[in-house]
């Protein structure tokens, strides 16, 4: 029966609820949701029957949906990481010893150049795109194998213009090739400068710590990052923009236009192509 209304006229319905009342899972439903949930999940449908028995109504995947981003998911690729393997310690150091370099570059004192190389092949990676509905999605080569270039690359992230020094080449990289660029990049020096740098193995050879000294002499010296700590070389930021969004799907069709784009890329760092930072 219909519930009459205090006074009538539009202003007896102010202050009242029309319609059915929305489900409820009870006060601290979102705590309790998340609580089950736990760092992740991937089927939010499987938890319906357990919140049926739990809270005594049947939600809607959509409500679920709602209820999940309520109490802080979001819905976003899982990544790899080697955080688990590194020494926290030795991290923060370092990331401290970055800091304190970079205020250092900030007054003028000295430059920080970040070193890695890359490997630009058909075998691309797959992005996420823009596509129109009802089409096929764009189809990227799918070739193994050999091939491809590798990209040895000296940049100096936080400095105006993020100058880039990008050494180009079919096939890997060693260590005498390695060796050969740091000598190159070394005659371009024009105050003291640190090379910051992953352990990998063409970074530690013999013919790397032979040469040492000599460019310690020229003001040029190399900090090792701690094993397992990719973030603190900010010129993989770089590398990921290049491969996931300035080297577009129509580049990877032939090697020639793969290192074309690859080229044109690299050239157009610090104008046409930044990366922003915190």
Same mark, same amino acid.
């Given at each position: 029966?219909a519930q009459r209304?205090?006074r009538?006229?539009i202003? *007896?319905l ?9 489900t409820q899972t009870?006060?601290? *439903?979102?705590?309790k949701?998340?609580a089950?949930l736990?760092?992740a999940?991937?089927?939010l ?5 357990r /919140? ?5 109504v049947k939600l809607h995947?959509?409500? /679920?949906r709602r209820?999940? %981003?309520?109490a ?18 030795a991290f923060a150091?370092c990331?401290?010893r ?5 205020? #250092? ?5 000295l430059?920080?150049v970040y070193v890695d ?5 058909r075998?691309?990676p ?5 596509? %129109?509905?009802?089409q ?5 080569p799918?070739v193994r194998g ?17 100058? /880039?020094?990008?050494?180009?080449r079919? *096939?890997?990289l060693?260590?005498d090739?390695f060796v /050969? ?6 005659q371009?020096l024009n105050c003291?400068?640190v090379?910051v740098?992953d352990?990998?193995s063409?970074h530690?050879?013999?013919v ?5 000294a000599?460019w310690?002499? %020229? ?13 603190l070389n900010?010129?993989?930021l ?12 129509e580049d ?7 290192l074309q ?10 104008r046409n192509?930044?990366?922003?930072f #915190?």
């Open positions: 029966m209304v205090a009538p006229g202003g *007896g102010a202050g009242r609820t029309t319609g059915r009342p929305p009870a006060p601290g *439903g979102p705590k949701v998340s089950w736990g760092p999940t991937q089927q449908r499987r938890w319906i029957p /919140l049926r028995r739990a809270f005594g995947i959509s409500t /679920l209820l999940a %981003r309520r802080g998911y979001a819905w976003k690729r899982c990544r790899r990481s080697l955080r688990a393997q590194r020494d926290p310690a150091a990331q401290a970055l800091r304190e370099l970079h205020r #250092a570059e900030a007054r003028g004192e430059a920080v190389e890359c490997r630009f092949s075998q691309a797959v992005p996420y795109a823009w596509q %129109r509905r009802g096929p999605p764009v189809a990227l799918a050999s091939g491809g270039h590798s990209v040895l690359g000296f940049w100096q992230a936080h400095a105006p213009g993020q100058p /880039l020094q990008a050494y180009v079919a *096939g890997s060693t260590a090739l /050969l660029a740091v000598h190159d990049f070394a371009t003291p400068t090379l740098l352990n990998a063409i530690r050879a013999l790397v710590r032979a040469c040492l000599e310690a002499d %020229r003001g040029l010296t190399l900090l090792f990052l701690p094993p397992y700590s990719p973030e900010h010129i993989e770089l590398w990921h923009r290049c491969k996931h969004y300035w080297v577009r799907p990877y069709q032939s090697d020639h236009t793969l784009r690859v080229e044109y890329v690299l050239n157009r760092v610090g192509y930044t990366v922003s #915190a």
